[in-house]
């Protein structure tokens, strides 16, 4: 079964290198985005592929992060800490949604701008998110 965003990936170049990728908002970005609203209203015309909330937050995130190494790091690491779900919550820790940030204002936000909080983090903290995986790999949090 193909996953959307490699379909869409490998459709749509970038005109950025991956170091400008996670600073801003490419014009890439901004394609997949819109992409990704067509997609949705496309779900019930293709019944064959069966998607979910996390495909498209999977898919918004990768169109930020363009380069497929540093996503499949992201994509291990928010797995890790709430399975890409919007509602997680680590009690004893306080962290909240899909990149399990401290901030409760993360509990009252969809998924698309937890992803845009997160990103923000992973970048002022460990600069790329294979370094937040790396992290997360030796000290089980990031």
């Not at 380069?67 to 509602?87: A, G, P, Q, T």
């Not at 969809?110 to 600069?127: C, M, N, S, V």
Request: proline share 2%; aromatic share 12%; glycine share 8%.
């Amino acid at each position: 079964m193909i996953h959307i965003h490699h379909l869409l990936t490998g459709l749509i170049g970038s005109p950025m290198h991956a170091g400008h990728a996670t600073r801003k908002m490419s014009r890439r970005g901004i394609l997949m985005g819109i992409s990704c609203l067509l997609l949705m209203q496309l779900t019930s015309v293709e019944k064959s592929w069966s998607k979910t909330d996390v495909d498209y937050y999977k898919l918004f995130a990768h169109s930020v992060v363009v380069d497929y190494k540093e996503f499949k790091c992201l994509e291990k690491l928010w797995v890790k800490e709430s399975n890409w779900r919007i509602d997680a919550h680590n009690k004893s820790g306080g962290a909240w949604g899909i990149p399990q940030l401290k901030n409760k204002k993360l509990k009252n936000m969809d998924g698309f701008t937890q992803i845009q909080w997160g990103l923000k983090y992973i970048k002022h903290r460990h600069e790329t998110p294979c370094q937040a995986w790396a992290y997360w790999l030796k000290f089980k949090h990031y």
